[in-house]
């Protein structure tokens, strides 16, 4: 079922763009081989990891409470954390600018990398540091520079460790790396509250919650970016994409597709009820911004929704003519490959 969709979805996927794909730890190994395939293995960035559950489980017979989720995630890049400033500051007054207290221990062994052990001497006191285990991170020359530059922190006792003065300023950008253990304090429980808000009453089980996807949005787009959501479920992503637009005054347009083997007729009215409920229920006007006074969920006014396909009925094995691919389909495949025809004409 999955390896026709993510077929699709690669057509339509940009040469920088990013897919996420969340799956628990039974099938996430088979879906690493086929993306493997289909997106191919240079575009395998990481396998996110997000603890779902916030209670243990005591239901499980091998008393594991499998409290996580995989997300896999291929493209070329993520745009990292922002780094945070507050961790710098200017003590000694220093001209220029705040800077914090950074580790210049290696990671090497020396008969790996033996231009980075040597002892490491105070010239103004003659204090010998010696050499960690592991060895500096720079080599002779480049901690020369450092010294001469008095970017180096020294220690009083010999016993100490001398560290690097990192300057704000002398950072290459203003971003780190993105954890691979995404979504902190973000569990499924809040995906129900949020339904609970909208709609009333739990519609869908185990849903993502907007913080999750807003997360991992903010690391793959752009304010004026496309997203598409193959799996829609109750709009999680929809929402998201519109609350980051109102926040960021961004232009992000998305679709979602909805295609269930149960219904495949169901899909389109499913979406027309969550943007529905998505409007009259948790959005409400916002104080005036860059679009004017507005309510939040309005963008749905201007939506076209995907035509509903028509299916009397299908074969095991697409036919010839069929862009879906030469493994089995279902109606719901069907409909989505109408959906997605559709999209790229948009």
């Known amino acids: 079922m999955m390896y026709p969709r993510l077929k699709l979805l690669q057509r339509l ?126 080599d002779r020359n480049t901690m020369a520079k450092l010294i001469d530059e008095n970017k180096i922190l020294w220690p009083d006792s010999p016993t100490g460790r001398p560290r690097k003065k990192q300057f704000f300023a002398d950072l290459a950008d203003n971003y780190t790396g993105y954890s691979s253990l995404i979504g902190a304090n973000c569990y499924t429980s809040n995906g129900t509250k949020e339904q609970l808000e909208v709609f009333g009453s739990s519609i869908f089980a185990f849903p993502k919650s907007k913080s999750l996807v807003s997360e991992l949005l903010e690391q793959a787009t752009d304010k004026d970016s496309i997203v598409l959501d193959s799996f829609a479920g109750s709009g999680t992503t929809a929402h998201a994409v519109l609350d980051m637009n109102a926040k960021d005054g961004g232009q992000r347009r998305f679709a979602v597709i909805v295609a269930d083997d149960s219904g495949v007729h169901d899909g389109i009215g499913l979406l027309e009820e969550v943007s529905n409920d998505h409007r009259q229920g948790e959005f409400q006007k916002r104080p005036r911004g860059p679009f004017g006074d507005q309510i939040v969920g309005s963008g749905f006014q201007d939506s076209r929704f995907l035509p509903q396909v028509i299916i009397p009925s299908y074969h095991t094995e697409c036919g010839e003519n069929c862009q879906v691919g030469a493994r089995s389909c279902t109606p719901s495949m069907i409909l989505m490959q109408k959906q997605l025809d559709f999209l790229g004409n948009i």
């Open 13 to 138: 996927l940009a040469h920088d763009g990013t897919i996420f794909v969340s799956i628990d730890d039974i099938e996430v190994m088979n879906l690493k081989l086929v993306m493997d395939e289909i997106f191919g293995r240079d575009k395998f960035m990481a396998i996110l990891i997000w603890k779902s559950r916030q209670n243990k489980d005591n239901r499980n017979i091998t008393n594991i409470s499998i409290d996580h989720e995989y997300v896999l995630c291929y493209g070329t890049k993520l745009k990292g954390c922002k780094r945070d400033s507050s961790r710098y500051s200017n003590p000694d007054n220093d001209p220029r600018g705040p800077w914090t207290s950074a580790n210049m221990v290696g990671l090497a062994t020396e008969k790996e990398r033996p231009n980075l052990h040597y002892d490491l001497i105070n010239p103004k006191t003659g204090i010998n540091y010696g050499k960690p285990l592991k060895g500096w991170r720079y």
